[in-house]
């Protein structure tokens, strides 16, 4: 059974910082391409960032959190993280990490398997 659990989100200053981490389990995480998705209070979800399966070289980002936010993956703890900088009131939101099943770079991503997500509150 596929499982990722996100961890690390919180109340947070704007302009201040946070590490989410997804922790995959019951599939070979390192074969797949992983992303990050945000679902802000009444709004549909937004893709933040995805990285390809292996050794994560190749990186994307939305044009929402480009040069602030940083996706890697440690394969050998079957782990994704993000860390968020210059936190904004308007990244607030309930952040998931999910399997792309869709070819990586070419949006909109398809998903399979998502966690319960970890809440960012960014306020002060």
């Known amino acids: 059974e596929v499982q990722l659990v996100e961890s690390g989100g919180g109340l947070v200053q704007p302009g201040g910082s946070l590490r989410l981490s997804c922790a995959a389990s019951?599939?070979?995480?390192?074969?797949?391409?992983m992303s990050w998705v945000r679902q802000a209070p009444g709004k549909g979800p937004e893709w933040v960032s995805a990285i390809n399966s292996g050794g994560g070289s190749t990186t994307y980002y939305a044009d929402s959190v480009k040069g602030r936010f940083t996706i890697a993956r440690d394969n050998t703890k079957n782990t994704v993280l993000l860390q968020m900088n210059s936190l904004k009131p308007e990244d607030t939101a309930v952040y998931y990490c999910?399997?792309?099943?869709?070819?990586?770079?070419?949006?909109?991503?398809?998903?399979?398997?998502w966690g319960q997500g970890t809440q960012v509150t960014v306020s002060s």
């Open positions: 019951g599939f070979t995480f390192g074969s797949y391409d």
């Open positions: 999910a399997v792309i099943t869709s070819p990586l770079g070419y949006l909109p991503y398809k998903f399979d398997s």
